[in-house]
């Protein structure tokens, strides 16, 4: 693959990024101007859950027609948010404005993931899944700093008319060399459609539903499966809920690793800051020693194949996320001095580079003819349900315990317990699968 088509690639994954985690900064300065104190969450909301639509809808369409015309519409999808975005008015047209970037980022996004499984092959997948890595984790660190000083110094309506430009670059960067990957195949039907949103709207439900004290509503969760996983299993690959094919195995780790891992990242920094008494920077500066770690982390893996094979790197990768895990969890209930954070953050995140590299990688190597897209879709969705379900869960544990007179110290003691199970259940699965996948590698250059 040319480096202006990686470099295009690249730059897809990072504006979705930058724009998934841009309002975490921005956002109470433009509540007040457009009325958006009332729908707070809402609009947050509304990119993360059009994101999930665009991406369980946009596989199969991509393996009907080919990546080029699929990425179009997402670019025009996206820009149209931009657009809306730059010039909105009132809290309605805000939050519209963000559905469509989110639903356009989320197409782009598997593009992305498509194009490296269709435009490489052998160890150079490794290498462009680490540059992908390289492309999220920059923009998710400089998202809130950037955000920040554009509201402070410019407008908030800046952070989106510099993203301009930057779909420009992507548009001739990618578009006019991808037409020999176009195909004719019949179009997905519209349950295809139908399945994405009963997917957005399934998740968006049961976090809303874990997110209210313990109660009756809770039997409502019920209602939330019966709408979103029926719908899920269908953009999934067979069996991925118990990993049983060497297709499902590295998407269930992938979905199981990101649980453990964002579950620790979003509460741990609350613990930091409203209990151990931590500035919001110093308790960011501790977390951002995974990021650094998980490129790291992406590189040796991608280096290391084929000497390990990509389920060898998962176990890998899960050995040292959980020991991460385990060390950040003894730390914060202990009186362990806080800089032993810093390393032990920087281990959770080397596990994760190794498992994330390895697990895109062995998807990708599973895919069968003809199904980069579904396959993407299945890559992406699986990474975005497991920090959906560790902020879900994770919320919900922190409102039982705050109702019963806890503190954040057991919150993260939950917390701690449950990315330890969780990776724990990994590891073992992985140790079963190996008896039955032929996992070796072969010799490619």
Known sequence: MSRKLLLGIMLVIGVHAFDELVLVISLPSIAPQLGLQETYGLTIAAYILAAITGMSW???????????????????????GIVLSI???????????RTLQGFGGGIGNTCAFALINL?????????????????????????PLIGGLLVDHLSWRAIFILQIPIIATIAWLLLPNLGHLNRQQPLPSLRNFIDALRVAFGTGLFLYLVAQPLSWLWLAIILAGFIMLPAFNRVMPQLWWKGGTPLALPILVGLLSFTAFYGMEAYQPLFLIDYAGLSTSHAGFIVTFASVSWLFGSHCS???????????????????????????????????????????WALAGLG???????????????????????????????????????????????????????DMRQVLLWVVALGFCVVLFNLSMMVRRARGFSQKPARQP
């Open 352 to 406: 994760m580079g190794f498992t994330f590299n390895a697990s895109r990688t062995s998807a990708m190597e599973n895919t069968p003819p003809n199904q980069e897209g579904f396959v993407a879709t299945a890559l992406t969705l699986a990474s975005n349900m497991g920090i959906g379900l560790s902020s879900g869960i994770g919320g919900a544990i922190k409102n039982q315990v705050f109702a019963g007179a806890g």
């Open 58 to 80: 946009s596989g199969r369409l991509i393996d009907s027609l080919g990546p080029q015309r699929v990425l179009a519409f997402a670019l025009i999808v996206f820009s149209s």
């Open 87 to 97: 010039i909105a008015w009132n809290s309605h047209s805000f939050i519209f404005a």
């Open 302 to 344: 991608a280096r290391i194949y084929p000497r390990l094979s990509r389920l060898q790197l998962m176990t890998l990768g899960n050995s040292l996320l959980l020991a991460g895990i385990t060390c950040l969890g003894f730390i914060s209930l202990s009186e362990w001095a806080i800089g032993w954070m810093y390393p032990s």
């Open 119 to 143: 435009l490489n092959t052998g160890r150079n997948r490794g290498h462009a899944v680490m540059a992908i890595d390289l492309s999220w984790v920059v923009p998710s660190v400089a998202a």
